[in-house]
């Protein structure tokens, strides 16, 4: 609990106290109202304060402004009438309590947000003079070498030039499982560094990096509020003042009905007691607290899986998802292309990789990265001359003095070479050796471990259809999807192609349903825009992923979309439970209270007991349970 939570605790326990003392005093008259008048005081001096400010500012109608009148008015029907103070006392008592719980489920949301905000680093340290330095992440400029000590978070994206590590990144992606990082390795913001000191080259300045764009996300969340919510707000501003109006309607006019037309008593403090009450029952703090808690709660449990959701308005869009369309590289397969085959070869097969690693070893696409990492060593560059480059076909290079031609079948017809085609699916690497085919090495991306069981997560909680889109080969696309499961694959497609695919599954689709497009956000910007929920695969380093997403994965695990999923629809359905739940018990104790049927001690359950029994059922939004 913090200082103001303590306080009013203490507060409680003090007129609680004072209430159960005086209830055993038998003191009457002038006496015994000054007596109540102290716990009374005790408990509910603020929201006295705060209803008068209210009035004072036109801003009337609110739970404040409904708690003064009914319980002043309790007061004063004690005063005229049988002296009874207990119910006043213990209406403001019940509803201060209800606040307590209401503000500490708040500081448990807020709680589980802060500790993603803990990322937020505090300094970086610059080398002066053989002297560490801390100045503020804001002034390093980008090229600048920070040092990172263990323990400390690394304050700005770079580059490590010195040094290896092992990183905490649960902050960031939700998982427990550290991170190596050595020499040349790309290194995020909002990691904790746990081993090694390491020296860092930014590449970002700090407003520009993973961690304040993060940050940003997170502190804009709670601004974009869902359907439901601003429904409630909308609810709260009508249904007040007309439950104010209906009180008043209701100490008046039965009355003056019964005295002016059917000529009997009019019971006034009868009637006046009855609106008094229906005041209390129909305080709406159930719906207005609890239902933006419940978001509130439902973005903390998320942010603690390391799912950042952009705001309570996507968490409710997430939650009627019933197609989920998949980009290929980097989100079902982890976007790093290895050698997976090598045939026909008339050489070994460490002799033709050495073959195609050095002819290639200029050369930085992912392909050429792929042949070095089968070669497994630095290429000597000095044993590499009469380098040609031949855009859409592949290089041509003397090796040692042996001219290589390493590329695809169009470089093989090229040069006059007779090749040999491949039945196995990814990319082909024909290699001739001074004009001679020597063989061909097949490369291909790497599905990711978590993507089949993904897809089965997805079916599982409903999600009946799953589309691939990439701009692979038709081949390479077809086996990616049957190995996975997925229902439906379009290849050999441009990012203009894309948007226009999913403009036609939106099309097909029913109206209610929702299509979400998870993506690397590097490429998918435009897709990821233009579906109903865009989400953000492998985070981590991607400024277009934070800026285009709707939601945003802090790892690259497709697991999390069926969790996020979960989430969203565990939150609504909370949500939807406090709402007829509130609303129910309201309307029935609001007759009960208009008949004469409920007293004041049933109003203080239909206020206070409801909204304590909502705002606990919101705090549920904050677990989740392991898929």
Same mark, same amino acid.
């Given at each position: 609990?913090?200082?103001?939570?303590?306080?009013?605790?203490?507060?409680?326990?003090?007129?609680?106290?004072?209430?159960?003392?005086?209830?055993?005093?038998?003191?009457?008259?002038?006496?015994?109202?000054?007596? #109540?008048?102290?716990?009374?005081?005790?408990?509910?001096?603020?929201?006295?304060?705060?209803?008068?400010?209210?009035?004072?500012?036109?801003?009337?109608?609110?739970?404040?402004?409904?708690?003064?009148?009914?319980?002043?008015?309790? @007061?004063?029907? %004690?005063?005229?009438?049988?002296?009874?103070?207990?119910?006043?006392?213990?209406?403001?008592?019940? #509803?201060?309590?209800?606040?307590?719980?209401?503000?500490?489920?708040?500081?448990?949301?807020?709680?589980?947000?802060?500790?993603?905000?803990?990322?937020?680093?505090?300094?970086?340290?610059? !080398?002066?003079?053989?002297?560490? !330095?801390? +100045?503020?992440?804001?002034?390093?400029?980008?090229?600048?070498?920070?040092?990172?000590?263990?323990?400390?978070?690394?304050?700005?994206?770079?580059?490590?030039?010195?040094?290896?590590?092992?990183?905490?990144?649960?902050?960031?992606?939700?998982?427990?499982?550290?991170?190596?990082?050595?020499?040349?390795?790309?290194?995020?913001?909002?990691? @904790?560094?746990?081993?090694?000191?390491?020296?860092?080259?930014?590449?970002?300045?700090?407003?520009?990096?993973?961690?304040?764009?993060? *940050?940003?996300?997170?502190?804009?969340?709670?601004?974009? $509020?869902?359907?439901?919510?601003?429904?409630?707000?909308?609810?709260?501003?009508?249904?007040?003042?007309?439950?104010?109006?209906?009180?008043?309607?209701?100490?008046?006019?039965?009355?003056?009905?019964?005295?002016?037309?059917?000529?009997?008593?009019?019971?006034?403090?009868?009637?006046?007691? =009855?609106?008094?009450?229906?005041?209390?029952?129909?305080?709406?703090?159930?719906?207005?607290?609890?239902?933006?808690?419940?978001?509130?709660?439902?973005?903390?449990?998320?942010?603690?899986?390391?799912?950042?959701?952009?705001?309570?308005?996507?968490?409710?869009?997430?939650?009627?998802?019933?197609?989920?369309?998949?980009?290929?590289?980097?989100?079902?397969?982890?976007?790093?292309?290895?050698?997976?085959?090598?045939?026909? &070869? !008339?050489?070994?097969?460490?002799?033709?990789?050495? #073959?195609?690693?050095?002819?290639?070893?200029?050369?930085?696409?992912?392909?050429? $990265?792929?042949?070095?990492?089968?070669?497994?060593?630095?290429?000597?560059?000095?044993?590499?001359?009469?380098? =040609?480059?031949?855009?859409?076909?592949?290089?041509?290079?003397?090796?040692?003095?042996?001219?290589?031609?390493?590329?695809?079948?169009? *470089?093989?017809?090229?040069?006059?070479?007779?090749? @040999?085609?491949?039945?196995?699916?990814?990319?082909?690497?024909?290699?001739?050796? &001074?004009?001679?085919?020597?063989?061909?090495? +097949?490369?291909?991306?790497?599905?990711?471990?978590?993507?089949?069981?993904?897809?089965?997560?997805?079916?599982?909680?409903?999600?009946?259809?799953? +589309?691939?889109?990439?701009?692979?080969?038709?081949?390479?696309?077809?086996?990616?999807?049957?190995?996975?499961?997925?229902?439906?694959?379009?290849?050999? *497609?441009?990012?203009?192609?894309?948007?226009?695919?999913?403009?036609?599954?939106?099309?097909?689709?029913?109206?209610?349903?929702?299509?979400?497009?998870?993506?690397?956000?590097? &490429?998918?910007?435009?897709?990821?825009? =233009?579906?109903?929920?865009?989400?953000?695969?492998?985070?981590?380093?991607?400024?277009?992923?934070? !800026?285009?997403?709707?939601?945003?994965?802090?790892?690259?695990?497709?697991?999390?979309?069926?969790?996020?999923?979960?989430?969203? =629809?565990?939150?609504?359905?909370?949500?939807?439970?406090?709402?007829?739940?509130?609303?129910?018990?309201?309307?029935?104790?609001?007759?009960?209270?208009?008949?004469?049927?409920?007293?004041?001690?049933?109003?203080?359950?239909?206020?206070?007991?409801?909204?304590?029994?909502?705002?606990?059922?919101?705090?549920? %939004?904050?677990?989740?349970?392991?898929?």
């Amino acid at each position: 609990m913090n200082k103001k939570q303590k306080k009013m605790l203490a507060r409680i326990i003090i007129s609680a106290l004072l209430l159960i003392g005086l209830s055993l005093v038998p003191v009457e008259g002038l006496l015994r109202f000054i007596l #109540y008048l102290v716990p009374y005081l005790v408990i509910g001096y603020d929201i006295l304060i705060k209803a008068g400010k209210g009035i004072r500012n036109r801003q009337v109608f609110d739970e404040n402004f409904l708690m003064a009148v009914a319980t002043v008015g309790a @007061i004063i029907i %004690a005063v005229t009438g049988d002296g009874d103070y207990t119910e006043a006392i213990a209406v403001m008592l019940f #509803y201060q309590i209800g606040e307590l719980f209401q503000s500490y489920a708040v500081g448990k949301s807020r709680r589980s947000i802060s500790e993603l905000m803990d990322i937020r680093p505090d300094h970086a340290n610059i !080398e002066k003079d053989g002297r560490l !330095e801390q +100045v503020d992440p804001d002034e390093v400029e980008p090229g600048t070498v920070i040092v990172v000590q263990p323990g400390e978070k690394v304050p700005i994206d770079g580059i490590v030039e010195e040094g290896s590590s092992t990183l905490n990144t649960s902050a960031l992606t939700g998982e427990s499982l550290p991170r190596e990082v050595s020499d040349g390795e790309e290194i995020v913001s909002g990691c @904790i560094n746990m081993t090694g000191v390491l020296k860092i080259r930014t590449t970002k300045e700090f407003g520009e990096s993973t961690v304040s764009k993060i *940050l940003d996300l997170v502190e804009n969340a709670s601004s974009r $509020k869902s359907r439901s919510e601003a429904f409630i707000s909308k609810f709260a501003r009508v249904y007040t003042p007309a439950v104010c109006g209906s009180a008043l309607a209701l100490a008046v006019l039965p009355p003056l009905v019964r005295l002016l037309i059917m000529g009997v008593s009019p019971e006034w403090g009868d009637w006046i007691y =009855r609106a008094l009450t229906f005041l209390v029952i129909s305080c709406p703090c159930a719906l207005v607290i609890s239902i933006p808690l419940s978001f509130f709660a439902g973005l903390g449990g998320a942010s603690k899986e390391g799912v950042l959701v952009k705001g309570s308005n996507y968490l409710e869009t997430l939650s009627q998802t019933k197609c989920v369309v998949f980009d290929k590289t980097g989100t079902l397969t982890q976007g790093v292309f290895e050698v997976n085959g090598i045939h026909h &070869n !008339e050489l070994e097969d460490a002799k033709l990789i050495e #073959y195609a690693a050095l002819a290639e070893s200029a050369s930085s696409h992912p392909i050429s $990265k792929s042949l070095q990492k089968a070669y497994g060593k630095v290429p000597d560059r000095s044993r590499v001359s009469d380098i =040609r480059e031949i855009s859409g076909n592949g290089i041509i290079a003397a090796v040692d003095g042996t001219e290589v031609a390493a590329g695809n079948s169009k *470089l093989m017809e090229r040069i006059g070479v007779e090749y @040999i085609s491949c039945h196995s699916t990814g990319t082909i690497i024909h290699i001739a050796l &001074n004009r001679r085919y020597a063989g061909h090495i +097949v490369i291909s991306d790497v599905v990711k471990p978590t993507s089949g069981e993904a897809i089965r997560a997805l079916r599982e909680i409903g999600v009946k259809r799953t +589309v691939m889109l990439t701009g692979d080969a038709r081949p390479v696309a077809d086996r990616v999807a049957a190995e996975l499961g997925i229902n439906e694959v379009y290849s050999e *497609l441009l990012p203009a192609d894309k948007v226009e695919k999913v403009e036609e599954l939106i099309a097909s689709k029913p109206d209610k349903d929702k299509l979400a497009f998870v993506g690397d956000g590097i &490429n998918d910007a435009p897709v990821l825009s =233009r579906a109903d929920i865009g989400i953000a695969m492998g985070a981590m380093g991607s400024d277009a992923a934070i !800026e285009a997403a709707d939601v945003v994965l802090m790892d690259d695990d497709p697991m999390k979309i069926a969790k996020a999923v979960k989430i969203s =629809r565990k939150c609504i359905r909370i949500v939807y439970e406090n709402i007829w739940f509130a609303i129910g018990v309201k309307l029935i104790c609001l007759g009960l209270g208009a008949l004469g049927i409920a007293n004041m001690w049933l109003a203080v359950f239909a206020d206070v007991g409801v909204m304590i029994i909502a705002v606990l059922n919101a705090v549920r %939004a904050l677990f989740v349970k392991k898929l």
